[in-house]
């Protein structure tokens, strides 16, 4: 079944991070007005972003400048001659017309602006089609493309509290590594004013107190977080008995477990 | 008579009313009244103070249902309906991606300060294009250990089901 919204109430970012974290593979179709873009993913990392029917063409290769026409013309000829299975990029390195490094850079920059430019769409009808793949003779990035980096630019376009406040609905609260961070920080590519707020979090002090550390204006931390949040890095926690609103905590009743029994065994036959 | 209550919660439109008066033994005593604000785009009637519904366990022991109001001008009502549940329902109307952030801020408003055991329904997974469980716990952001339980409000078994995995958690925590 195909997930359908709307990007104004599911953002953008929120989007790529449920494709993150759930390790999705397929197409995300996105329509505003008359712009369309086109975003395959494959377990949770980014493929290709097409903005235009003609970036998932081979010859985006010809334009980004890592093939002139006649390497094209031999690539495809032998992708047609290998078959299923094997992908145009791959094609490509195997017979020396580019190196790695320089095919796969030259995608991910396209991919990465393509991405970029959504950001900018307020707001925009999406479709996510699962398992949806591209074509064979698509221009896929060698080494699929983590999408960390890409909530985080997301996430720096936010300029409104009141998004940032359905996650973050206080600053008393206290963020807190939900692992060592190093691995989530490959290919992460943080503002200074991020790398701040990210040296400050110790799990101990609350957004308050490092927005005071550091200089920084309470939405600023709160908006660099957010990002570490959506990314998947942290969690929130109160502080402990030192609650945000002065509120006691309010304990639950605690029931006996053959009431609960009772009332199982009641809702079960009924 | 001892009674204990329960409490169904979730954005306008989740289907909470539905919920409750499809597994209530009474008639569910409902304040619907016709919407005055945006919610009339979603439905023509609303409910603006609360739902009650009950099933009675035994003789000397009643469970209550309460459905707190959708809108946000009532949130006032959503701590006194906290007040003693014994646990909570967050509905989901699983075909309405922007009702997710709301669904978050009452999660957030009801479990941030106290230690409730709640479990999701994803409701109207009859429908198309409704967000599977799955997604909709990631959609939430919700742990793993939270239980996101397929529902059709409409459906008794179905309630029925969300029910029993909402008292298992309360097992879990209950005393010997």
């Known amino acids: 079944m195909a997930l359908v919204g709307n990007i104004r109430d599911f953002s953008l970012s929120d989007f790529l991070s449920l494709v993150d974290r759930g390790y999705k593979t397929g197409a995300l179709h996105l329509t505003y007005h008359d712009q369309t873009a086109r975003l395959y993913f494959e377990k949770g990392k980014l493929l290709l972003a097409a903005r235009r029917p003609e970036d998932e063409k081979p010859e985006l290769l010809v334009r980004l400048g890592v093939l002139n026409a006649d390497q094209l013309a031999q690539a495809c000829r032998a992708l047609a001659a290998r078959g299923n299975g094997v992908t145009l990029s791959q094609v490509v390195i195997d017979a020396g017309m580019a190196s790695p490094e320089r095919l796969q850079s030259a995608l991910m920059g396209h991919t990465e602006q393509s991405v970029y430019g959504l950001f900018a769409w307020p707001e925009g009808d999406f479709v996510f089609e699962h398992n949806q793949r591209p074509a064979p003779d698509a221009p896929l990035a060698l080494t699929p493309i983590s999408i960390d980096h890409l909530i985080m630019e997301g996430v720096r376009r936010i300029d409104e509290w009141e998004r940032i406040r359905d996650r973050i609905p206080s600053t008393d609260l206290v963020p807190r590594f939900l692992a060592p961070p190093g691995e989530k920080l490959k290919g992460m590519r943080l503002s200074p004013d991020e790398w701040k707020v990210f040296a400050r979090i110790n799990g101990r002090d609350t957004l308050a107190e490092i927005a005071q550390k550091t200089g920084l204006s309470d939405f600023d931390v709160c908006r660099a977080v957010y990002g570490f949040l959506t990314a998947g890095m942290l969690e929130l926690v109160k502080r402990q008995r030192v609650l945000a609103a002065g509120m006691p905590p309010v304990e639950q009743p605690r029931l006996k477990k053959s009431l609960v029994n009772r009332i199982i065994n009641r809702i079960r036959s009924m | ?176």
């Open chain 2, 1 to 176: 008579m001892q009674t204990v209550k329960m409490v169904i919660s979730g954005a306008v439109n989740a289907g909470k009313t539905e919920f409750i008066r499809t597994i209530s033994e009474i008639e569910v005593v409902s304040t619907e009244r016709r919407a005055t604000d945006d919610t009339r785009l979603i439905k023509k009637e609303t409910t603006v103070a609360m739902d009650f519904g009950r099933i009675a366990i035994s003789d000397d022991l009643v469970l209550h249902l309460f459905g707190t109001p959708g809108q946000k001008r009532f949130d006032f009502m959503w701590e006194i309906l906290a007040e003693g549940m014994l646990g909570l329902v967050i509905l989901v109307d699983s075909t309405r991606p922007e009702t997710f952030r709301e669904t978050n801020r009452i999660i957030d408003f009801f479990v941030s300060y106290r230690d409730t055991p709640y479990v999701i329904a994803a409701n109207k997974q009859d429908r198309p294009n409704a967000w599977s469980p799955d997604e909709l716990r990631l959609a939430l952001r919700q742990p793993p250990h939270i239980k996101v339980l397929p529902c059709t409000a409409t459906d008794r078994e179905s309630v029925k089901n969300v029910l029993l995995e909402l008292l298992y958690v309360i097992q879990e925590r209950s005393e010997d």
